[in-house]
């Protein structure tokens, strides 16, 4: 009733998702944002199929508000689905710091080079980095598509791989040493592995027991230690230096993993030593961020197979949410 004319007005709302109004679709993907849908649905009294369904009308409207994207600097990066090697690609915009792409069905050469196909040639021209681990397919593909862009390798993979060598010459020790000092080594790894500033008290005094009873090991973990310093350098130059010292300290340790390691480091040291050279410095923690937020997704989606919403909910999980009073 309207209290000036006396009269009756009807407010024609349109309408989504079956019975659903567009403002009540766009405040159910609202809450399902920090919800699950069975959670939502069981406060609204409605089927999870519907919830589901005005989920997915709001992550399209959000897709739609997004600004267009024209990447400068792009990350890429493989997710794993489920074990048996399937993966997704997922592309970033590491100015927008957002996903652009996120697709399948593997972490192929021509996988990659579908984005590149739907991103379109003008655009590819504009790229200028592309910040990837050393997964050859994704730089083939990179260097076709958009050959001026410079090719960085992500900290936290070359990271990976030396926690990996870390790791190794911990097994090979456990496995040589007998009795009373394997208990220094047991239960060990997460203290070996992260870095003494993120240890606490407790990580921190049993890290200086099995240091001190295991030189080896005590080598390994120092050499880990100061490898960092590798991305604190804003020269080339100077980072190679340092390099070629680090790695002349393997001689005579018998640090097998070690040594491969710092081959891998070389063979791929031109996208290493761009993260220098890049002006200004990229965020390259943002990729793996963005990957343990997509890992959460996933399991707050246990058991709905439908790839379409993981999709929507992969790229506008860092868009900012719309306004479902004014949809």
Request: glycine share 4%.
């Amino acid at each position: 009733m309207c209290p000036k004319f006396k009269i009756v007005r009807q407010e024609k709302l349109p309408r989504v998702c079956g019975n659903l109004t567009k403002r009540f679709a766009h405040y159910l993907g609202w809450r399902c944002e920090n919800a699950t849908i069975k959670a939502v649905a069981h406060e609204f009294n409605l089927d999870w199929k519907t919830v589901k369904e005005a989920d997915k009308e709001y992550m399209r409207a959000k897709l739609a508000k997004a600004p267009e994207t024209a990447p400068v600097v792009i990350g890429v990066d493989e997710f794993s689905r489920r074990k048996g090697h399937a993966y997704n690609i997922v592309v970033t915009d590491l100015k927008q710091k957002r996903a652009i792409w996120f697709e399948g069905p593997d972490r192929s050469e021509e996988s990659l080079d579908r984005f590149y196909g739907l991103l379109g040639s003008e655009k590819c021209d504009q790229i200028k980095l592309a910040v990837m681990d050393m997964w050859k397919a994704f730089e083939n593909s990179t260097r076709k598509h958009a050959p001026q862009a410079a090719i960085l390798y992500d900290k936290f993979h070359v990271l990976r791989h030396l926690g990996e060598a870390l790791d190794s010459v911990r097994k090979s020790e456990y496995r040589r040493v007998c009795g009373k000092e394997q208990k220094f080594i047991k239960g060990q790894k997460y203290n070996l592995l992260s870095r003494w500033k993120n240890l606490n008290l407790n990580g921190r005094q049993a890290l200086k027991e099995l240091l001190k009873a295991n030189r080896r090991l005590n080598t390994a973990y120092v050499l880990k230690e100061s490898f960092s310093q590798l991305w604190e350098y804003s020269s080339a130059a100077w980072a190679r230096k340092f390099f070629d010292h680090w790695r002349e300290s393997l001689k005579w340790q018998r640090l097998k993993p070690f040594e491969e390691f710092s081959e891998l480091i070389d063979r791929h040291w031109d996208g290493i030593v761009m993260y220098c050279k890049s002006e200004p410095k990229v965020a390259l923690g943002f990729v793996e961020g963005l990957n343990n937020k997509i890992r959460v997704i996933q399991r707050r989606a246990y058991g709905l197979k439908d790839p379409e919403y993981f999709r929507l909910k992969v790229l506008t999980c860092m868009l900012p949410p719309l306004n479902y009073k004014k949809p």
